[in-house]
T-cell receptor, first 114, second 115 residues
Framework: EAQVTQNPRYLITVTGKKLTVTCSQNMNHEYMSWYRQDPGLGLRQIYYSMNVEVTDKGDVPEGYKVSRKEKRNFPLILESPSPNQTSLYFC?????????????FGPGTRLTVL | DQQVKQNSPSLSVQEGRISILNCDYTNSMFDYFLWYKKYPAEGPTFLISISSIKDKNEDGRFTVFLNKSAKHLSLHIVPSQPGDSAVYFCAAILVYQTYGQNFVFGPGTRLSVLP
């Protein structure tokens, strides 16, 4: 089954404690990205990756890091989480076609930073 | 300032009637527009898209209209069904040939289809 998986689905942590949210896709997609969803703001792109070892900042990259060492994985790293990073996070992947660049989303990770 | 706006946070429609969800954008350089549907506790799922060179795309009960001069697009659902009740996100894409694509999402509209 084609899918994007994220782990963990729920996480409560404390300020300053480094954490990683994993993302994996099994569709051989070149493009992967991370979003955060906040009330009234919709989905905002944090980072994206065009392919292995190619990453770039989205609209809200501050406080986050990513890596793309393999095509299927795109982990999101919070080196020193802060309460304003409490949010719902989605990973997404897509192939790049001329028909619209449809993205497939993971189920989401709800992060609470105390 | 949001580049993609959905000015109606919520919309209620009777089952069988038409649902019209609206989206406005500010950047005339967007290449594609997409609609996503999101149920609680799930990730968004792709619904329908339209290229900036077209003005209409239809897929079953769903039709997206694009008015480039007004920088406005809309999603029509006919007929509306209770299972359509979800949050709908409008999204726009800027494609950079050499270094990626930038997705911009609106804040979403919650559609409730009443039986």
């Amino acid at each position: 089954e084609a899918q994007v998986t994220q782990n963990p689905r729920y996480l409560i942590t404390v300020t300053g404690k480094k954490l990683t949210v994993t993302c994996s896709q099994n569709m051989n997609h070149e493009y992967m990205s991370w979003y955060r969803q906040d009330p009234g703001l919709g989905l905002r792109q944090i980072y994206y990756s065009m392919n292995v070892e190619v990453t770039d900042k989205g609209d809200v990259p501050e406080g986050y890091k990513v890596s793309r060492k393999e095509k299927r994985n795109f982990p999101l790293i919070l080196e020193s989480p802060s309460p304003n990073q409490t949010s719902l996070y989605f990973c997404a992947s897509s192939t790049l076609t001329r028909f619209g660049h449809e993205q497939f989303f993971g189920p989401g990770t709800r992060l609470t930073v105390l | 300032d949001q580049q993609v706006k959905q000015n109606s946070p919520s919309l209620s429609v009777q089952e069988g009637r038409i649902s019209i969800l609206n989206c406005d954008y500010t950047n005339s350089m967007f290449d594609y527009f997409l609609w996503y549907k999101k149920y609680p506790a799930e990730g968004p799922t792709f619904l329908i898209s339209i290229s900036s060179i077209k003005d209409k795309n239809e897929d079953g009960r769903f039709t997206v209209f694009l008015n480039k001069s007004a920088k406005h697009l809309s999603l029509h659902i006919v007929p509306s069904q209770p299972g359509d009740s979800a949050v709908y996100f409008c999204a726009a894409i800027l494609v950079y040939q050499t270094y990626g694509q930038n997705f911009v999402f609106g804040p979403g509209t919650r559609l409730s289809v009443l039986p």
